[in-house]
């Protein structure tokens, strides 16, 4: 034993290593990439690596051979003299007793190696000191897989890697589980959902040898199993519904999500998969679904506009992309290189510059202008049906229409003798009624005789309000908004005698006007003033009008007044537009990647500045990488997506097996499955991680047929149950020795619970939905009132799958970030899982899940069972399991003990079945002492865990 | 009758204890002894703890240290002239001001020295000034980001890219916690505040857990609803039935962990446990009743009010006094770009009587000796105007400025009554004895007992530190 695996926090432990008593180092040789790369890469890569900058000294820890190389021998001295410890300078430092000799130095920051360590690096030197290629950047190479002696074991590539390995150990694996744990394993994590009981019950009657397979595939083709695995993919590109930064604004992304659960369902091969993600744009003739996909690219936090620099807001969506890239396809920490070489693995900081190229040519704007309607910020697409093109064409020809007519209109009035050439200045008084207080409508009038027919005569009016214009009984026209005054010729309207003016609004106001007309060669003018009749309402006797104390404006109002015609379509037009925007909102958009043309330049960023750029650079993979064929002179994103599928790279396949291996053992085959690189963990099991990443390409990136290989397996059908100790030699279950045990994600408890109690609302696809949650979380770290307050919704709507929660990056759901689900504001591979006494209280306290306990025992005391069969199927609905006898007797006697205080507490019992339908009064202390056992179900570990 | 609930606890934990803590999966953080810092090679801490807990006071929005605390008399006679560009050296500014006239501005507002130290201090500060003797101002301290969003992720985190640890989440992993029934770090942001232009926003990943396990996260107390959330039963569950439910829980988990082998379910048990008392404990804790009224008054009228900054320093005193590691009290409203001498008087009322009066609490209880309290904000405020008002000397605002602002600390074996670290005569340069935010976060973790080059946590294949990758320094001058 040289390292304690037990310990939860390895403070100490600065990398993943690997896990000790799994290995077989004491009896084997050493394995360089396990043993001691990890040692040299954690304590010395720093200053002796691949990072030019911080070399100290002429020497390059992480290569065997050349000038810098750690095997070349200097002029008089080894740094590692194959055989030799004594005599190589490497062994010399580490184990000096000097301070200013050690390695790695104080300065450095690391502590020296343990004493297993220099055990290990000195059985290393002594057996030849070799130098291996680091495992994750060569090839995976496929073994043939052993034979072994059990038949059962025998039958796949996988049970034959695990059963030799445990056999070496002189381990069994554990007997396969029964079969209501295997139907409940399937169900979660193939679909997120508990069975339901006619499926536990039609799975154990069914007893052809292929019943479980039947099974298998059954589950696979449901739709919910494309739900949950969207889910898994959510968390590492970061899926969220609001933008992240600043005012934290609404995003839309509801057609990602939707695309990632179709092409799961649809079985969409994992090399397409990533293509359309990543360049999905750029297709010659790129389908729906393809360009939805390329949003992948839109997926990175980004700010709104406000005092931000936008040059800087662009690097950072870039370096987000990058690093989303880098995490999901690569699994390798490429933003390390972002300001100086990677300190343990070989990528430059010119590679990282070269990736970046590919993702600085964006065609939008680096930040939204504030909330962006529908939350899409182009660009973007409508997912339009043709009919809702065809209405959509209609309000556009409208508006093409109404404008048509409007240009007409002042064409018209231009050429006519009766309007003026520009309308001048006027001081015009404003008046208003002399009655204030419950008015809701206002009326002016003024009367005035003419001695002939005016042939000229132009009105022009404002209200502080609409206002509409009647002259002798006709409707003139009116305006629109406050600071836009009408213009109307009435030369017909005015006739010889009397002539009145009324102007009406449905909002007391202050009104303007000014009537200029001639007769014969007087010009004569006419304005507001107190000579004017008021009155507020209609039933109100008129009086004269007062001069207002507040005009709503000043005089520049009478120079840019339009026609009462022209207002009035330009009124009409807004209302199309109004009507469009209002008809988009049922239309589904969906935000896509599109590429400026020409390119923007890229350059190298001095120390990772923004504002600092060195050298151009041009578009290209990592060099330690196989190299790209790009179609063209200038690779494009579409180059980058088939040289991640290419046959000869190593990390692609390998990083998204291992994650969906992950999803079904709780730990991936490289634990760090964010990191493959230098400091990421050495595979317990590389030989099956080789062997399923290499048939997962020969299937041509098959995901079901990988999942079903997995689900398939004798190991995944192990029974969990294992002794205490063999749990605590082995924790995460990395020898595969047993089926794995471990905490449901929160998205699957909650599912669960609505499940079971009959709630879960079924419905595939659609935006986002808000259940209820506690009030004041949002205004606690909200900056605008637009966003502040969290309105949940109503209906079935909150009973949905939690895949569809609503998802503010800034303050996301607390029922899902409890239990450990991420905020999705940046890349995760893999949750971390504690247990904490807040989740218990969530589980205790949220009001829903406890509402679900309340909904699930109403539904069972309505069918009118015995207590004891009642019970069973509560135990059975909760857990997929039969209750033995002394279980069943402990939930009596609990529920018992529940009735009994309820019975004596009667106002308590009232406050928990309130709202709940009528029922009598001894119903009521038994349907609280019920809620309290299936609440009691709902939080148990056997509900809580996979096993 | 079966046995209560606790009783089963008592019994349970009795048994299960040795069991639990020798595979480390226990409630670890409740005795402390399977923090890392004991875990390491070498056990207890880094060095003699002179803090045992810290109540940060983050001021969001970034208040004007030349308004506050950064006295600068010979601004008068610069005022309104341009700043000399070899002062702005042509630094960075936001685009709010970018390109326009960078004018001086002289505060209005007078400064004096205080107490016997003479510290100087504005006269916003009435009741803080009272201290003058027992703060430590940090007057060059200075941070990279000119935007809120990143400044205050990076002084939470010490990074302005989101996903890191945040400070309290970084103490509670270091240290465990040294109280039974409470969270290690809570989160305590007001509800309302006095300067109402510019609020800007706060984000769960300022006190969030980053890659640390998740039971570091901070807590953040509601001022409206259960305080913690989820942590009232149910109407009709009262905590009797609460305990009766927990015990058939406990008692069935207890038997599946038998057959099961997994010992995560006794830690899940643990949990419930700890739940149920934190149940008693919390509405104890937040429960004033008891509190005397000389008390009280010592925090200003507001301190009646839910959700005000004064209740919440009431509450961080209470935290502290029941061990509570890291207490973070959130205040918004200090991004004054227009109308500063209006909004700033507002603000400074709302924290000035408060802070104080948390001061005199803790010094009168003896806590203040093992207390470190820290007052900042993400970034100072420039020294030349924005929309001034040339009529008006009451009228003008000031643009966001990382190159210098002040902070301070008090308590926790901090130097009080002294000054740290020079600006130039315009407040815009750090001239002498710069502390970065970085070297803060390493000179609180040395109170504390934690060798900041020490506190790691391996992610993403670095040695991840709250100080991240550049040199972060104690600030050995300000030491007690």
Excluded at chain 1, 18 to 34: Q, V
Excluded at chain 1, 749 to 771: C, F, H, M, T
Excluded at chain 1, 913 to 941: F, P, R, Y
Aim: a negative charge; aromatic letters at 8%; charged letters at 25%.
């Amino acid at each position: 034993m040289f390292l304690v695996i037990a310990m939860v926090k390895p403070i100490s432990l600065a990398v993943f290593l690997f896990p000790a008593s799994l290995a077989l180092a004491d009896e084997n040789p050493i394995n360089f990439n396990r043993d001691i790369f990890p040692i040299l890469s954690d304590k010395c890569f720093h200053c002796h690596g691949p990072d030019v900058v911080d070399r100290e000294e002429e020497l390059r820890l992480d290569i065997p051979d050349g000038p810098l190389g750690a095997l070349t021998p200097r002029d008089d001295y080894h740094i590692i003299k194959p055989g030799e410890p004594e005599a190589s300078e490497l062994w010399f430092r580490v184990t000096s007793e000097f301070e200013d000799e050690i390695m790695p130095p104080k300065s450095s920051r690391k502590e020296p190696l343990t004493a297993e360590e220099v055990e290990l690096v000195t059985r290393w030197i002594k057996e030849g000191g070799a130098y291996e290629e680091f495992w994750a950047f060569s090839p995976p190479a496929r073994a043939e897989p052993p034979t072994v002696g059990n038949r059962k074991w025998n039958r796949s590539d996988i049970d034959r890697i695990v059963y030799e390995r445990i056999q070496n150990r002189g381990l069994s694996p554990k007997n396969e589980a029964d079969k209501r744990t295997l139907i409940r394993r399937l169900s979660l994590d193939l679909t997120g959902l508990p069975p339901t009981l006619e499926e536990i019950d039609a799975f154990i009657s069914d007893r052809s040898s292929d019943a479980y397979e039947t099974l298998v595939d059954a589950l696979m083709s449901r739709p919910t199993y494309g739900e949950h695995m969207a889910r898994y993919w959510s968390d590492l590109v970061r899926l969220g519904d609001t933008n992240g930064m600043h005012k934290d604004f609404h995003r839309e992304f509801s057609t990602y999500r939707d695309w990632l659960i179709k092409s799961f369902n649809d079985n969409l091969r994992f090399n397409d998969f990533i293509s359309y993600q990543l360049a999905g744009d750029l297709y010659e003739a790129p389908t729906r679904d393809q360009l939805i996909a390329s949003g992948f690219n839109r997926l990175h936090m980004i700010i709104d506009r406000g005092t931000a620099l936008p040059e800087e807001s662009l690097h950072k969506n870039i370096i987000d992309r990058v690093e989303a890239f880098g995490t999901t396809f690569l699994g390798l920490t490429v933003q390390c290189a972002q300001c100086h070489d990677h300190k343990y693995d070989p990528i430059t900081q010119k590679d990282y510059y070269q990736l970046y190229a590919f993702f600085n040519n964006f065609a939008g704007a680096p930040e939204t202008v504030r909330a962006p309607e529908r939350g899409l910020q182009p660009p973007f697409i409508n997912l339009t049906s043709a009919k809702q093109e065809q209405r959509l064409a209609t309000f556009d020809a409208m508006k093409l229409d109404a404008e048509i007519r409007r240009d007409a209109m002042i064409r018209i009035q231009s050429g006519s003798e009766k309007w003026p050439d520009a309308f001048h200045p006027v001081e015009v008084p404003f008046i208003e009624t002399a009655t204030t207080g419950a008015i809701n409508s206002v009326e002016f009038t003024a009367s005035f005789d003419l001695e002939a027919k005016p042939p000229k005569a132009i009105a022009r009016f404002i209200g502080g309000d609409m206002i509409e214009l009647w002259v002798n009984g006709s409707f003139i026209g009116q305006t629109f908004a406050r600071d836009q005054g009408a213009a109307a010729e009435l030369s017909d309207i005015l006739q010889p005698g009397e002539n009145t003016i009324r102007a009406v609004s449905k909002r007391p106001t202050e009104f303007g006007l000014v009537l200029d007309y001639s007769i014969g060669h007087d010009n004569r003018r006419l304005l507001t003033g107190p000579q004017w009749m008021a009155r507020a309402g209609p039933a109100e006797d008129s009086s004269p009008a007062q001069l207002a104390s507040k005009t709503p404006r000043d005089s520049d109002w009478t120079e840019s007044v339009k026609s009462v015609g022209v207002l009035s379509i330009l009124q009409e037009i807004e209302r199309i537009q109004k009507n469009k925007s209002e008809y988009l909102k049922s239309i589904p958009g969906a935000m896509i990647m599109a590429e400026r043309w020409p390119p923007r330049k890229a350059t190298m960023l001095i120390g990772g500045a923004y504002d600092a750029p060195g050298e151009p650079v041009a578009r290209n993979t990592p060099a330690f990488l196989p190299p790209m064929r790009p179609k063209s002179e200038t690779p494009t994103r579409l180059d980058l997506a088939e040289w991640l599928v290419s046959s000869e790279h190593p990390l692609t396949a390998r990083v998204a097996v291992n994650r969906i291996w992950q999803q079904f053992f709780g730990v991936g085959l490289v634990k760090t499955s964010e990191d493959f690189g230098a400091q990421g963990e050495w595979p317990v099991y590389q030989e099956l991680l080789d062997e399923l990443a290499t048939s997962f390409k020969e299937s041509g990136w098959n995901i079901k047929r990988l999942v079903k290989d997995i689900v398939m397996s004798q190991t995944y059908r192990q029974s969990s149950d294992a002794s205490n100790d063999e749990y605590k030699r082995d924790p995460e279950n990395r020898l595969l020795a047993r089926g794995s045990r471990f905490r449901l994600d929160a998205e699957v408890i909650r599912d669960q619970i609505l499940a079971v109690s009959g709630l879960l609302n079924q419905e595939l696809y659609g935006k986002s939905v808000k259940p209820p949650q506690p009030p004041g979380l949002w205004e606690m770290v909200s900056m605008t009132s637009e966003n502040k307050t969290y309105v949940a919704d109503t209906g079935d709507d909150i009973y949905r799958r939690s895949l569809y929660t609503y998802w503010r990056r800034g303050m996301p759901p607390p029922q899902m970030t409890i239990m450990n689900a991420p905020s999705r504001e940046f890349c995760v591979a893999r949750r971390e899982r504690t247990n904490t006494s807040l989740q218990a209280l969530l589980l205790m306290n949220e009001n829903e899940y406890f509402n679900a306990a309340k909904v699930m025992a109403s539904d069972i005391l309505d069918q009118s069972l015995s207590q004891r069969e009642a019970l069973k199927l509560a135990y059975e609905k909760t857990t997929s399991l039969k209750p033995d006898r002394d279980r069943l007797d402990l939930m009596e006697e609990t529920l018992e003990e529940f009735r009994n205080y309820y019975e004596a507490n009667p106002e308590l019992e009232a406050s928990l079945t309130e709202g709940l339908e009528a029922v009598d009064e001894n119903e009521q202390s038994n349907l609280a002492a019920w809620t309290m056992m299936t609440h009691s179900l709902l939080n148990l570990e056997l509900v809580k865990n996979r096993r | 009758m079966a046995p209560s609930y606790q009783q089963f606890c008592d019994t349970l934990n009795r048994r299960q204890f040795l069991k639990r803590a020798s595979i480390g999966l226990g409630v670890s953080a409740l005795s402390g002894s399977l923090s890392p810092l004991v875990a390491s090679a070498e056990p207890g801490l880094h060095f003699p703890a002179k803090a045992k807990r810290v109540i940060f006071l983050f001021m969001a929005g970034a208040p004007s240290q030349l308004d506050l605390f950064d006295s600068k008399p010979e601004l008068e006679r610069l005022h309104g002239q341009p700043l000399p560009p070899e002062i702005s050296r042509g630094q960075r500014v936001t685009s709010m001001t970018r390109g326009k006239k960078q004018v001086v501005c002289a505060s209005i507002f007078k400064f004096g020295p205080q107490g016997k130290s003479g510290l100087t201090m504005s006269e916003l500060l009435p009741h803080l000034s009272k201290h003058a003797d027992d703060i430590c101002l940090i007057k060059s301290t200075h941070t990279e980001a000119i935007n809120h969003d990143p400044a205050k992720t990076f002084f939470c985190t010490g990074s302005e890219m989101p996903g890191r640890a945040s400070m309290g989440s970084w103490l509670s992993y270091g240290l465990g916690s040294i109280n039974k029934d409470l969270p290690n770090f809570v989160v305590l942001s007001s509800a309302f505040w006095s300067g109402k232009v510019n609020v800007q926003a706060l984000y769960s990943r300022l006190w969030g857990t980053g890659f640390l396990p998740g039971k570091h996260q901070g807590i953040a107390f509601q001022s409206v609803g259960d305080p913690v959330l989820f942590l009232s039963n149910p109407e009709g569950v009262d905590r009797s039935v609460r305990s009766k439910m927990l015990d058939f829980v406990a008692k069935v988990n207890a038997h599946d962990a038998d057959i099961s082998g997994d010992p995560e379910i006794h830690t899940s048990i643990a949990q419930q446990e700890m739940a149920f008392r934190m149940q008693a404990s919390i509405p104890e804790l937040t429960d004033l009743s008891k509190e005397a009224e000389s008390s009280l008054d010592l925090y200003g009228p507001e301190v009646h009010q839910s959700g005000s900054f004064a209740r919440n320093c009431l509450l961080a005193r209470r935290m502290a006094e029941r061990d509570v590691r890291f207490v973070q009290l959130f205040h918004r409203g200090w991004d004054h770009h227009r109308g500063l001498p209006t909004h700033l008087r507002g603000q400074a009322k709302d924290v000035d009587q408060p802070i104080a009066g948390l001061l005199t609490d803790l010094k009168q209880r003896g806590l203040l000796d093992d207390t470190l309290v820290v007052f900042a904000g993400e970034f100072g405020r420039t020294t030349y105007a924005q929309n001034l008002d040339p009529q008006n000397r009451e009228d003008y605002g000031r643009d966001h400025h990382p190159r210098c602002f002040t902070t301070w600390m008090a308590g926790g074996g901090i130097k009080g009554g002294i000054s740290y670290g020079e600006t130039d005569e315009f407040c815009y340069n750090v001239i002498k004895d710069p502390v970065h935010v970085r070297d803060l976060h390493a000179t609180m973790f040395h109170q504390l007992g934690i060798d900041h080059n020490k506190l790691i946590f391996p992610h993403q294949g670095l040695d991840q530190r709250l100080t991240g990758v550049e040199e972060a320094n104690v600030i050995k001058d300000i030491l007690a």
